[in-house]
């Protein structure tokens, strides 16, 4: 991996928050400009290497966790588990681990090493408390598992100290750009769909309403994939807008029809203020409809994960070690189209993964 390829991948991710086509043409342009290309190496070798959980746990947190651990052993490094995210780092609550330490928790929902969104290591003070920790133990790499708000606090930390820092996407949001999926995402969504399978059945024997509400924060991403797995007539979710006119005449158009079962699939943030807000709107306008709602909550983000989850997770870590060794450093290990994709970590957060016209449409025309 050389800094031509970080560039690339950074370039990449930024083209495509702005749209297909012309992200097609800017990597075309930028491709024709031959830049030499150089390795980007750390001048210290990484041996001691501290891997922690941060954010919203997500199924597959502990197979990236074996993943890490394992292949850091095998390549002969000193393994440490930092304690409830970067709170342990600033607590000095730090475990030595070694292969054994992690038997038996690939197939385990939840974090072995517990998690935290930390307030102390926002602050300059805080990430200094936490850096001279682990110069404490010699820990002289870092792999943090998490969301956006985890990949600020391992940019800044990187920054500002020399320790290098690898970031492993585990979120059940899929909020973040440069890779095709999250860890703990499938297993979200195949959660929502048993769920919304299962309120099918009674919404169908009542011709009732039914108002699902995902998770997802403000990324619709687990309303889109678990609304169209289920046949949802409505999907709402925070990146696009639905016009209340909009949506109050699709119901009384299949009112008309005599389609009296809907469901509508809407995500937690959403503007209308998720699923209470939006079935005050929808009974104001149609008294008649039997409407029930029903919030999914956090079952979402706990259980077993699917396979698609262990695998990513169990490649993303082999990755992230492979990356501290040969000193591809302070990058998100992704995988687009099956191929492992290194984004800065600061792009992994700001450009967001888009959502397709294609989707709304398939959502429009299959609901018909
Ligand atoms: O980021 C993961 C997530 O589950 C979001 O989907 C949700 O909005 C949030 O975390 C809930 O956070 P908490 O568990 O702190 O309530």
Known sequence: MNLGMVVYDHFRTFATSISYDLSLKLI?????IKI????????KKVTKIGVLTSGGDAPGMNAAIRAIVRTGIYYGMEMYGVMRGYSGMVENDIIKMDSRSVSNIIQRGGTILKTARCLEFLEPEGRKIA?????KKGINGLVVIGGDGSFNGAQKFSNEFDIPCIGLPGTIDKDIAGTDF???FDTAVNTAVQAIDKIRDTMDAHDRLFIVEVMGRDAGYIALHSGIATGAENILIPERKTTLD??????LEKEKRKKLVNLIVVTEGDEYGGANGVSKIIQDNLPNADIRICILGHIQRGGA???IDRYIASRMGYHAIECLMNGTHNVMVGIVNNKMQYTPLDSAVKAKQQISDEWMKIIKVLST
Not at 246 to 251: D, F, K
């Open 182 to 184: 999250t860890i703990g």
């Open 131 to 135: 850096y001279d920790n682990l110069v």
């Open 28 to 32: 075309r342009k930028f491709l024709s």
């Open 246 to 251: 909009q949506l109050i005449s699709n119901l």
């Open 36 to 43: 030499s290309l150089f390795v980007m190496s750390s001048s």
């Open 305 to 307: 994960p699917t396979c």
